[in-house]
C-alpha cells in the first residue's frame, strides 16, 4: 500500500536529527530528515522517498517495489509538478540511475525548463549512450527553446542507435518541417505512419509536410489524410487542426482554379443563400447553418462539384461548395468574427451589391 503526506517544515521535530543536522533547510538537515524517515520506513519493512524543499513530502511503499515505479503514475497523469521533487530525490539516491534522469529531465522539458532538462539528459547519455529517447528528449528540447542545429543533431543521434524506431522519425519529421525541409520530413514521417498507422499526430505531420511540398499529387495526399483524420479521430485535439488545415486547403484550391480571382459560383451561392434567409427568418437560418457546420466537420470536398448532399432543414441537393458558400452568409449574420477557413469575403460584397 502506498502511503503519501506532506509536513511542514517547522512542524518537524528538530530532536529527531543530529545536532549538526538541525539547521531548516540546509543540506545537512535535507539529508538527515531523508535518512530518518528511510530508516523509520525500512524497520517496518517499507521503502520510502522522501524529498525535502519548502517542506517534507514522503511517499512509503511496499519494500521491493521499484521507487521509479510509485512516480511514474504521476508523470502519465501530468502531475508533473508532484512528481518533480520525488524525482529529485530519487535522484540524490540514485544519482547513476539513467532512467530516473530520463525521467527527471522530461519532466523539466515538459514543465518549460529546458537548461535543466538537457542537463539531467545529457547526463543519462552520458552513462547509456544507447538511451534513444533520451537523445529524442534532448532534440525536444533543443527544438523548444529554438536551436535547430543541436537538436538536429540529438534526434540524427536517436536515429542512428534505433532507425526503425517510428517516434524518433516522427519527432525528427517535425524537426525538418520547423527548419523548412518539407521534402526530407515527408520520407521520415510517411515511415513513421507505416508502423504507426493509426498515430493521428504522424499522420497530420505527413499531411501538413505533403501540403508544403505542394505538387498536385502531394496536395491530393494531404487532403485525404486531413479527411482520414477527421472521420478516424474525430475526438483527437489533432481532428480540429485538421478540420482548420482541410478547410484552408480546400480553399487554397478552390482559388487556384481561377488564379486567385473572384469566383462567380461562388457569388451566385452567396446570392442565393441571402435570399434564402431573408425568405425563411433567423431561426431557420440558423438552424440551417448548424446542420451544415456539423456535417462539415466530417469533411466536405468543395473541389469536387459532382458530390451531393442533402439537408433535413432544406429541400434539394447541393455541392459542398453551395452548402459552404451557405454557411458563409449565415455566419455573416450571425456572427462574422468566426474563423470558417474559408475566405468568401470578395464574394460576398459582390453578391450584397447585386
Known sequence: M????????????????????????????????????????????????????????????????EPLEMVTPMLQSGRLREALPYLEALNKQ?????????????????????????????????????????????????????????????????????PGDPYVRR??????????RPSEAVQHLRLALQDLPDDPQAMFGLANALEEVGSEDAVTEASGLYKRLIT????????????????????????????????????IYLKQAMDLYQKVGKTNMQQIAHEIAILGSTGLDINDPSVKYRLKNLEGEFSALQLVSYLYAAFQEIDPSVEMGADFAAEYAIARQT
Open 94 to 162: 540514485m544519482p547513476e540511475d539513467e532512467q530516473v534522469l530520463y525521467n527527471l529531465g522530461i519532466c523539466y522539458s515538459e514543465l518549460g525548463q529546458f537548461d535543466e532538462a538537457i542537463i539531467r539528459l545529457k547526463r543519462a547519455v552520458n552513462l547509456a549512450p544507447r538511451h534513444v529517447h533520451a537523445w529524442v528528449g534532448i532534440g525536444t528540447a533543443y527544438y523548444r527553446m529554438r536551436k535547430p542545429e543541436p537538436a538536429m543533431e540529438a534526434f540524427s543521434k536517436a536515429l542512428e542507435i534505433n
Open 232 to 267: 478516424e479521430h474525430n475526438r483527437s485535439p489533432v481532428a480540429e487542426m485538421a478540420e482548420k488545415a482541410s478547410t484552408a486547403l480546400a480553399h487554397k484550391r478552390l482559388r487556384k482554379g481561377v488564379d486567385g480571382g473572384i469566383r462567380p459560383d461562388v457569388v
Open 2 to 65: 502506498i502511503q503519501e503526506f506532506t509536513i511542514p517544515l517547522h512542524r518537524f521535530d528538530l530532536n529527531l536529527l543530529p545536532p549538526e543536522a538541525r539547521q531548516i533547510g540546509s543540506d545537512a538537515f535535507k539529508s538527515a530528515v531523508a535518512l530518518h524517515f528511510a530508516a523509520e520506513y525500512a524497520a517496518s519493512g517499507q521503502g520510502a522517498i522522501v524529498a525535502v524543499d519548502d517542506e517534507i513530502r514522503v511517499m512509503a511503499y511496499p519494500m521491493g517495489t
Open 171 to 180: 519527432n525528427l519529421g517535425g524537426m525538418l518541417m520547423a527548419m523548412g
